[in-house]
């Protein structure tokens, strides 16, 4: 939990700011609601992953691919 803001609106205020809107974003979290990933993939290069269905070395894997 993010304190004061949450991570879709810090998504949504990269995306808009021009210097940061290509930039691949990878959203690690155990929200699994169909509207929070739904938002999320509203945004250009962002992924969205659930920790709870990952180990650490899937989540690490995955992260490696998305971003090389």
Request: glycine content about 2%; overall charge negative.
């Amino acid at each position: 939990v993010m304190p004061k803001i949450d991570g879709l609106t810090v998504l949504k205020t990269l995306k808009e700011d021009e210097h940061f809107a290509e930039t691949p974003v990878v959203i690690l979290t155990n929200l699994t609601s169909k509207e929070a990933i739904e938002k999320a993939h509203e945004f250009k290069n962002t992924n969205y992953l659930i920790k709870v269905d990952n180990s650490l070395n899937d989540l690490t894997q995955k992260v490696q691919e998305i971003l090389s």
